[in-house]
């Protein structure tokens, strides 16, 4: 059990994007907590919710996207009911996010240390001159070498490393409470991951910030996380502590997740699958979501949907193997 204060608290959680006819439901009433210095990694696969649920908490939904239902408590504040402008004064400073590929986030036509200071001006008293200090000093923090000539490079000078690197830097510039790290390593070659989520590590212990780390990558889950949350067809599956989640699994799809890690101890040929693909929104099946897939499924499965339920050891499970004192139903 976390003993520290929450940060973020979500609720109810629900969004919808406008289909051709009608509205979609892509997050379908979420609730989960970060914890104070805590790394809470998203699991799933593409398409199963995860980006939705962080640009949902930090309002950047675009015209089609609409949260329809629950609460984003942020240090408290609720955040779905605040003014654009107040809104824009918390997000880039207390709550940062960091994306795949920094290209999107980047603007390609201003200098990295004009876009750093930008933050800074946005959010702090700084005058000019140490704002460029501070820009410079962030650029150092995060590994780059040269930081004062990279301080007037644009971005597509970089590689796609420094350019990840020069996002770090700009979302650690205001020192936030939370960062959100959405598949903040996939497009990268595997040293350069490693290194980035040791300077996304780094930088959380110095600052003593919550994470909030969406990835596909179990890998990265085991390396980085203190809980986990596994997401599917716009629901939360199972949550637990790390160690728990990845020892002992309770739902067929983490089960599926676990198993298509490679792993050279197994020996095994061919790598495991899940067959199937997510469905997409708006064609979720009745009963259980996963039930198509799932190599486990019973009767009652196609036709009842399974509640989310606490499990004793302080995991929780949305099957019908399992009832809610945490047994396994034979
Ligand atoms: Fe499989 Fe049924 Fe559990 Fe769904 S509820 S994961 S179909 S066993």
Redesign the pocket.
Known sequence: MNRQPPVLEVRGLTTEFKGRKTAVTVVDQIDFTVHKGETLGIVGESGCGKSVTSLSIMRLLGKNGKVVAGSVLFEGKETLQLEEREMRSIRGNRLAMIFQEPMTSLNPVLTIGRQIGEVLQLHTSLGQEERKRRAIELIAQVGIPRAHEIYGEYPHRLSGGMRQRVMIAMAMACRPQLLIADEPTTALDVTIQAQMLGLIREMKQEAGMSVMLITHDLGVVAEMCDRVLVMYAGQV?ESADVRTLLRSPK???TKGLIRSVPHHSRGEKRLYAIAGNVPSPGEWPV?????PR?????P???QQS?ELKNMPDGSSC?????DAEGRDIP
């Not at 009963?287 to 039930?291: I, K």
């Not at 799932?294 to 019973?298: F, I, L, N, S």
């Open positions: 599956i739902h067929p799809y009963g259980c979501r996963f039930a799932c190599t486990e499924a019973m009652v499965c196609y399974p949305r099957c019908w193997l399992h």
